[in-house]
């Protein structure tokens, strides 16, 4: 940069954005510039202890950067976990889109109750570990040797990364969902009776918060600080 005033401020998104920053800063920019540190997980979890590890809690050690924290669940857990912070920090819910993500009309319901299929939505990433995409598969698998519904009567999609079927017990099939644009997305959630979606994280994540807004039941997870029937009661 050529340039650098006292009004300059600069975001950091993740984790590898903000030691970007940081270096920039201390190498050109001088301690003008504030530092808007957006948090939207506590990213170290992305990782076993590791370098990559090491890098990304570095970065929450920043004393004179301005913490804005997606969710009070998250910026709880990093006031637990963080003692050396900075003095500035602040904290939002996570909103959804109410034009996008809302609940079905009611006599789509009614003929789903009367005529329809039970729809099961899996936010699957089986290449994510912290989204728990086994215990789902394997809940599922008990779920299925237990139930008294029949394959002709349930149908389970997942959706979030593209997969092979996967076969449960007694001929139950997970399908793999097409890739969605978000206007698909919130539309296939309007036919979901059922969602289940997993992250072992503080942050509440998204997908249960769109199940619910959608109209269906979520079954997900707790975790430290985070307490998802706060959320909803769904």
């Known amino acids: 940069p050529s340039h650098d005033t006292a009004s300059d401020n600069y975001v ?14 201390k190498t050109f920019l001088g301690p003008s510039g504030k ?11 992305f990782y076993p202890w590791s370098t990559e590890y090491m890098r ?8 004179d950067a301005i913490w804005l924290i997606n969710s009070d669940s998250l910026a ?8 050396t912070r900075p003095k500035e920090i602040y904290s939002f819910a996570p909103l959804i889109d109410e034009d996008l993500f809302f609940p079905p009309p009611r006599e789509m319901l009614d003929f789903r109750i009367k005529y329809d299929r039970i729809r099961i939505f899996v936010y699957g990433r089986p290449s994510t570990p912290r989204n728990l995409y086994s215990i789902i598969r394997e809940g599922l698998s008990i779920w299925a040797e237990q139930t008294g519904y ?10 979030g990364e ?8 007694r001929g139950f099939l997970i399908q793999s969902a097409d890739v969605m644009n978000l206007d698909s997305y919130s539309a296939f959630l309007r036919t979901v009776d059922i969602g289940i979606s997993l992250m ?3 942050h509440p994540s998204y997908p249960p918060l769109e199940i619910v807004r959608s109209g269906g039941i979520c079954i997900t997870n707790n975790y430290m600080t985070k307490a998802m ?3 909803s009661k769904n």
Not at 35 to 45: R, T
Not at 56 to 63: A, G, K, R
Not at 150 to 159: E, N
């Open 12 to 25: 950091g998104t993740a984790w590898w954005t903000t030691e970007y920053w940081n270096k920039l800063r």
């Open 35 to 45: 530092l808007l540190y957006l948090i939207q997980d506590f990213e170290p979890g």
């Open 56 to 63: 990304s809690l570095n970065t929450y050690l920043e004393t």
């Open 76 to 83: 709880s857990y990093l006031l637990g976990q963080i003692k």
């Open 150 to 159: 029949l394959p002709s009567q349930v149908s389970i999609v997942s959706a």
């Open 162 to 169: 593209t997969q092979r079927v996967v076969s449960l017990p």
């Open 200 to 202: 072992l994280s503080p």
């Open 229 to 231: 029937e706060t959320v």
